[in-house]
């Protein structure tokens, strides 16, 4: 019989589940004395499910109202465990991407059920990421490409509706990537590109998205921020990680790079003004990099500035 690695679980709830016999399984659950803690439990140790079982005091409508329920959906299967769910709350929970909503309590929902609707839940949710990667990822760099990051933020804007929260995408244009390909040959800028995506994502926290809008043209979302001016401050740094030269078969090679910033909801409230409005900012922006330039951020338009060293 084949061995599966562990279910994480992470479980809110008096009472934490023994699945200890499931078939299902085997499973680790983490338990959560509060809702609040479950974020945080979630950037220490990725959970392949959240159960959420409530009490007759915790209404779907108050899970609705709860600002962090979209973080979680985005990583982990969520479901959960309700007395007398309202049937249109349920529904809501499901569109807004909740795997499952399940009537009962602790004692009345058996363990093994809850055990299997757990176990089927994380594997539609790794089902549906992988059919994602395969239909929506840019080949020479393996980031997700633009219809992946438009679908991806037509859904947090969807969310936005009911938790409104600011975000922003930057638009980072690239200078030296064709001339690397003429040069070196397509296989060798497609290397250039992935070594360009890592950097990218070190800069970045786990809950941001790198994506690819072109041979030479990135996308960074980040999905939360505190401060509107997080965007500035991300945006130079970036730019800054990326003058940095790249060695690639045996060389190494500079790049130049124009960043712009779109937020929302100043600057547009759907997914597809948003990109339009970063491509056109990196568009105007200055490049810097190659030519021994450093990056200043014009706050009035987010772009990239150039000024001499």
Known sequence: MAVHAPIQVACLGAAQPDWSTSAYGPFVIHPLRTLAEAPALLGELPCDAVLLKLDRQQSLAWLLAWPGLARLMLDAAV????????????????????????????????????????????QRHRLAREARKAYATDLGSGLPNQAQLMEHMTHLLALREREPAAMALLALRIEGLPAAEARLGAEAANVLRRKVAVRLRAGLRASDVVAALGRDSFAVLLAWIDDPEDGDRVATKLAQSLKRPFSVSGQDL??????????????????????????????????VGRTGLVAGLDRRSGDLAANDE
Request: aromatic content about 2%.
């Open 79 to 122: 479901l959960v465990v309700a007395p007398e769910p309202a049937p249109a709350d349920a529904l809501r929970l499901l569109d807004m991407g909740v795997q499952d909503v399940i009537p009962g309590h602790d004692v009345a929902v058996a363990v093994a059920d809850l055990a299997r609707a757990t176990r089927l839940a994380v």
């Open 254 to 287: 500079g790049l130049a790079v124009a960043v712009g910033v779109a937020r929302y909801p100043a600057h547009a409230k759907d997914a597809r003004g948003l990109i339009h409005h970063a491509m056109q900012s990196a568009g105007q922006g200055a490049s």
